[in-house]
T-cell receptor, first 115, second 113 residues
Framework: GEDVEQSLFLSVREGDSSVINCTYT??????LYWYKQEPGAGLQLLTY?????DMKQDQRLTVLLNKKDKHLSLRIADTQTGDSAIYFC???????????????FGQGTTLQVKP | NAGVTQTPKFRILKIGQSMTLQCTQD?????MYWYRQDPGMGLKLIYY???????DKGEVPNGYNVSRSTTEDFPLRLELAAPSQTSVYFC????????????FGPGTRLTVL
């Protein structure tokens, strides 16, 4: 199928690490993405990873890509209350192409950060 | 740059009414998209456009229509509103270049009663 799967909810304490997981469908996806949605707002690109990479680090964010298992994860180090949001992973759909820019989004993981 | 703007922010419709959700971008992006977001369901693509005069259906196009007469504007039309169209609607645009980041508007919350 064409479903991108995520768990719906994660709760952590401030200062802990958060790990949000995603399984995607198309091992030939060129890019995989993490978008963040703050309450009452639209989505904003948080980070992305090119498919020939296993890992990408950007300050407190670490993205891990396991192409064999079609598994993508986002780790947020030293999670802050300001990180509370919904996080969506996304991929270019199977048989899709970069000339349409279409994406398939997961259901979103709500991250709750407790003080 | 204002980015992607959407109007209205909120709207309540009665069953059978029609309305147009407006979307404008000032980034000269060729690609534009309309999504709907239902709780726990992520975003579903309604329609998209790869340039002025070109539109195509996404995953959930039934009950909606679009047009793209200019690069900047991509309105979404609901002809006969139904309760199943109660949702939050997001418009997005992208350049289609490099990693093709999509830029989202703030959304329109629509309730059909």
């Amino acid at each position: 199928g064409e479903d991108v799967e995520q768990s719906l909810f994660l709760s952590v304490r401030e200062g802990d690490s958060s790990v949000i997981n995603c399984t995607y469908t198309d091992s030939s996806s060129t890019y995989l993405y993490w978008y963040k949605q703050e309450p009452g707002a639209g989505l904003q690109l948080l980070t992305y990873i090119f498919s020939n990479m296993d890992m990408k680090q950007d300050q407190r964010l670490t993205v891990l890509l396991n192409k064999k298992d079609k598994h993508l994860s986002l780790r947020i180090a030293d999670t802050q209350t300001g990180d509370s949001a919904i996080y969506f992973c996304a991929e270019i759909p199977p048989h899709g192409s970069s000339n349409t820019g279409k994406l398939i989004f997961g259901q979103g993981t709500t991250l709750q950060v407790k003080p | 740059n204002a980015g992607v703007t959407q109007t209205p922010k909120f709207r309540i419709l009665k069953i059978g009414q029609s309305m147009t959700l407006q979307c404008t971008q000032d980034m000269n992006h060729n690609y534009m998209y309309w999504y709907r977001q239902d709780p726990g369901m992520g975003l579903k693509l309604i329609y998209y456009s790869v340039g002025a005069g070109i539109t195509d259906k996404g995953e959930v196009p039934n009950g909606y229509n679009v047009s793209r007469s200019t690069t900047e504007d991509f309105p979404l039309r609901l002809e006969l509103a139904a309760p199943s169209q109660t949702s939050v609607y997001f418009c997005a645009s992208s350049s289609g270049q490099s990693y093709n980041e999509q830029f989202f508007g703030p959304g329109t919350r629509l309730t059909v009663l």
